[in-house]
């Protein structure tokens, strides 16, 4: 129930008292202006949100979804192949990062998110897949960057940095020195101590979709 506009060349905010508007293309859609509001921004292709675009409360839904180093925003971002952040991208509160894997580009080596060093998301990581693949799981890896809120992941974490909140993975993987190693996490800190208690974590866990978990560790 969206109204379809032409692609946005201009700085522009939409009202969330009117009809969500709709932007669709079939190819790349690079993003370079300032957009809010009540918008969704489609792709059947990828998204490139530029270093200098502004985006505050709108939808990305593409394949792949890439931000550009030292990108800083509020979104919400579905994706079905790879969500990949540059360095010190910001993507501040209530930002949630999804990936919904629907298994039709089999090429690619891995389908997850991907956040690169200094890269921040307050809100919610949350991967899954329509049709799992047991020999091809779905990977967040998190390198040297921070994650606030809740993660829910049905395929491998690698953690070499910090979620601040709650996290939930099908296993970890630890690949260093040469090695790749199962459960195992080094120079990784995963703490909801320092959750803001006003911060509203993304109600995932509703409606009997979280297993009761296998015990790895305690500290």
């Given amino acids: 129930n969206t109204l379809k506009i032409d692609p946005i060349t201009c700085d522009t905010n939409f009202s969330f008292s009117e009809q969500t ?24 292709d990828t998204i490139v949100v530029t270093s200098n675009c502004h985006l505050q409360n709108v939808i990305l839904i593409a394949p792949n979804v ?48 991907f956040l690169s060093e ?17 020999r091809k799981s779905l990977f967040l890896q998190v390198e040297n960057a921070r994650i606030g809120g809740l993660v829910y992941n049905l395929g491998e974490t690698e953690l070499k940095g910090e979620v601040i909140g709650h996290l939930y993975t099908n296993q970890f993987t630890l690949r260093t020195g040469g090695g790749q190693y199962t459960n195992h996490l080094l120079n990784a800190k995963i703490s909801s101590d320092l959750l803001p208690k006003e911060m509203i974590v993304p109600n995932w866990l509703s409606k009997g979709k979280a297993t009761k978990p296998k015990l790895i560790a305690c500290f």
């Fill in 21 to 44: 508007r709709l932007v669709s293309i079939t190819d790349q859609l690079f993003l370079q202006n300032s957009i809010s509001g009540n918008i969704i921004l489609h792709s059947f």
């Fill in 66 to 113: 890439r931000f550009e180093d030292g990108f800083s925003g509020s979104v919400q971002v579905i994706a079905h192949e790879t969500i990949r952040l540059g360095k010190n991208v910001k993507l501040n509160y209530p930002s949630a990062l999804i990936l919904n894997e629907e298994r039709k580009n089999e090429t690619l080596d891995k389908h997850g998110i």
């Fill in 118 to 134: 200094n890269a921040h998301v307050l809100g919610g990581v949350l991967l899954f897949s329509q049709k799992p693949n047991p």
